[in-house]
């Protein structure tokens, strides 16, 4: 994970405005749709119309996936050794 020098203040009503660079950097526009992801100390917002099951449905990570039987979730192999 990459810290851009950018110190952003979330309105009352939660809203934080994700950086120009950011938005040109992914190439995200007004409408985007994102899932976000809770980890440790950190949030992650991942595009959510770039391929369904396409990672880790704990974390977000999109690699070293396994495929959970009976499930069409995936999950990585970090998160896989947290919860055993
Ligand atoms: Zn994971």
Same mark, same amino acid.
Not at 12 to 27: C, K, M, Q, S
Not at 28 to 40: C, E, K, L, N, T
């Given at each position: 994970?990459? %810290? ?16 120009? @660079?950011?938005? @040109?950097?992914?190439?995200? +526009?007004?409408? %985007?749709?994102?899932?976000?992801? =809770? !980890?440790?100390?950190?949030? =992650? *917002?991942?595009?959510? /119309?770039? @391929?369904? #099951? ?5 974390? !977000?990570?999109?690699?070293?996936? *396994? #495929?959970?039987?009976?499930? @069409? +979730? ?6 896989? /050794? #947290?919860?055993?």
């Amino acid at each position: 994970m990459r %810290a851009i020098n950018t110190i952003r203040h979330m309105d009352e009503l939660g809203r934080i405005t994700i950086p120009h @660079e950011v938005r @040109e950097h992914f190439g995200w +526009r007004d409408g %985007a749709v994102f899932q976000v992801f =809770i !980890g440790d100390q950190s949030v =992650i *917002l991942r595009r959510h /119309d770039i @391929e369904p #099951n396409s990672h880790c449905f704990l974390c !977000g990570s999109t690699e070293k996936l *396994l #495929n959970l039987p009976g499930d @069409e +979730r995936k999950m990585c192999f970090d998160c896989w /050794d #947290n919860t055993r």
